[in-house]
């Protein structure tokens, strides 16, 4: 929903040549509905191993339970159906990567089996190796400046913007 927000605003405040390179920094400009669906049976997968394995408490331990999957795993479908595949993508990233922590700690062996997935999903946003993360590290700490110039511009040029969000 980050993005989805971070695209109504910007277009909103007429910075919407910025969101290309938003989705750019993620890497997934190129992702395909299809793949992001692919990805999401994965994250399925994960997701319910994750909670039924989880033991050790995580600051998000509370997103590790079979009520929050309906947000999780059925909020990022919708996503995906209605055509908002490339906004599904950061929640469904962190959320493989916090069910991954869990099956490290609590079930090695069903993090081992299930590990696959989700080097497949980062490796079509480039990411397939330590050096890709690293590079992406730094291609994404290049964008922050104008990335927060534009939220900077925006909020200058609407200061009822931080009394909203307040």
């Known amino acids: ?21 938003l989705l750019q920094s993620l890497g997934c400009t190129d992702l395909t509905p299809g793949r992001a669906l692919h990805h ?18 995580f600051f998000f331990s509370g997103d590790i339970t079979a009520a929050a999957r309906p947000i999780a795993i059925d909020g990022s479908r919708e996503l995906i159906r209605r055509g908002d595949h490339r906004e599904a993508v950061f929640w469904m990233i962190a959320t493989f990567a916090r069910r991954h922590k869990i ?5 090695p062996e069903l993090h081992r089996s299930l590990a696959p997935a989700f080097d497949e999903a980062l490796a079509d946003l480039g990411i397939a190796s ?18 927060w110039e534009t939220a900077e511009a925006i ?12």
């Open 1 to 21: 929903m980050r993005y989805l927000a971070a695209r109504e605003v910007l277009k909103e405040y007429g910075h919407d040549r910025l969101y290309p390179e």
């Open 40 to 57: 999401l049976d994965g994250l399925a997968r994960t997701f319910d191993a994750a909670v039924s394995a989880a033991r050790t408490p």
């Open 103 to 107: 099956l490290a700690a609590d079930a």
């Open 130 to 147: 330590t050096e890709d993360l690293s590079r992406r590290a730094e291609e994404v700490a290049r964008f922050l400046p104008r990335l």
């Open 155 to 166: 909020m200058q040029a609407n200061p009822d913007i931080t009394a909203k969000g307040s």
